[in-house]
T-cell receptor
Framework: EAQVTQNPRYLITVTGKKLTVTCSQN?????MSWYRQDPGLGLRQIYY???????DKGDVPEGYKVSRKEKRNFPLILESPSPNQTSLYFC?????????????FGPGTRLTVL | AQSVTQLGSHVSVSEGALVLLRCNYS??????LFWYVQYPNQGLQLLLK??????LVKGINGFEAEFKKSETSFHLTKPSAHMSDAAEYFC????????????FGSGTRLQVQP
């Protein structure tokens, strides 16, 4: 089954404690991205990756890091989480241009930073 | 200017009534338009999309949307609401040609009353 998986699904942590949210896709997609969803703001893109070892900032990259060492994996790293990073995070992947190919979303990771 | 605007953060309808969720987009974006649905505690699922061709687009679960260039609108409708339609709905656009990411509206939460 074609899917995007994320782990963990729920995470409660404290300010400053480094964490990683994993994302994996089994569709051989080149393009992967991370979004955060906040009430009244919809989804905003944090970082994206066009291919292995190619990453770039999205609209709200501050406080986040990513890496793309393998095509299937795209972890999101919070080196020093802060309460304003409490949010619902989605990983997504797609085969190509957004107008022509569907984006597939993971189930989401709900992060709370105390 | 916002690429995409959803009017009404909450919409409530009675079961069996018409569902109308509004989406307006910036005339500067390419004509690729999407509606996604997010059921409670789940990721985003593509409802329908317009990329080219017929301006009335039919999606899953009885939803449809009409691309109206003159009004820069892409409203989502369903003739008869069902309790299972209760969810959050997001309109999304491709912000510029060549992008693989989407820009999302702020979302509309649909409540269906018995």
């Amino acid at each position: 089954e074609a899917q995007v998986t994320q782990n963990p699904r729920y995470l409660i942590t404290v300010t400053g404690k480094k964490l990683t949210v994993t994302c994996s896709q089994n569709m051989n997609h080149e393009y992967m991205s991370w979004y955060r969803q906040d009430p009244g703001l919809g989804l905003r893109q944090i970082y994206y990756s066009m291919n292995v070892e190619v990453t770039d900032k999205g609209d709200v990259p501050e406080g986040y890091k990513v890496s793309r060492k393998e095509k299937r994996n795209f972890p999101l790293i919070l080196e020093s989480p802060s309460p304003n990073q409490t949010s619902l995070y989605f990983c997504a992947s797609t085969q190509g241009l957004a107008g022509h190919y569907e984006q597939f979303f993971g189930p989401g990771t709900r992060l709370t930073v105390l | 200017a916002q690429s995409v605007t959803q009017l009404g953060s909450h919409v409530s309808v009675s079961e069996g009534a018409l569902v109308l969720l509004r989406c307006n987009y910036s005339s500067s974006v390419p004509p690729y338009l999407f509606w996604y649905v997010q059921y409670p505690n789940q990721g985003l699922q593509l409802l329908l999309k317009y990329t080219t061709g017929a301006t009335l687009v039919k999606g899953i679960n009885g939803f449809e949307a009409e691309f109206k260039k003159s009004e820069t609108s892409f409203h989502l409708t369903k003739p008869s609401a069902h309790m299972s339609d209760a969810a959050e709905y997001f309109c999304a656009v491709v912000p510029d040609t060549g992008r693989r990411a989407l820009t999302f509206g702020s979302g509309t939460r649909l409540q269906v009353q018995p």
